[in-house]
């Protein structure tokens, strides 16, 4: 069982940063796809960035050039990098694993494992 926790989150205006971070704890968190997600009040839960067992990685369109995935698997932990942030990013986000072994997916269904989300506000 992999339990992940991220931290990170609150408030700022449009235009600053925020860095996101999931830590891991379980076996093989090496080997899994990672994504973050996030879902806004009334809209579906959507992928904004993921990273392989290879480091490559994938982003949202509405995300590309403004944020970045990365990890540490030394210290099992995931990052999101949020720069140029604007209103419309305001959601909670939720990091997640997927240990199919598969190309990176949005698909939140593929994610077999959860952290419980941490809010992120942009205000304008």
């Known amino acids: 069982v992999l339990q992940l926790v991220e931290s990170g989150g609150g408030s700022v205006q449009a235009g600053g940063s925020l860095r996101l971070s999931c830590a891991a704890s379980?076996?093989?968190?090496?080997?899994?796809?990672m994504g973050w997600f996030r879902q806004a009040p009334g809209k579906e839960r959507e992928g904004v960035a993921g990273?392989?067992?290879?480091?490559?990685?994938r982003y949202a369109e509405s995300v590309k050039g403004r944020f970045t995935i990365s990890k540490d698997n030394a210290v099992n932990t995931l990052y999101l990098q949020m720069n140029s942030l604007k209103p419309e990013d305001t959601a909670i986000y939720y990091c997640?694993?997927?240990?199919?072994?598969?190309?990176?997916?949005?698909?939140?269904?593929?994610?077999?494992?959860w952290g419980q989300g941490t809010q992120v506000t942009i205000s304008s």
């Open positions: 997640a694993a997927d240990p199919s072994a598969t190309s990176l997916s949005f698909t939140p269904g593929m994610y077999i494992y």
């Open positions: 379980g076996y093989a968190y090496g080997t899994y796809n």
């Open positions: 990273i392989d067992s290879d480091g490559d990685t």
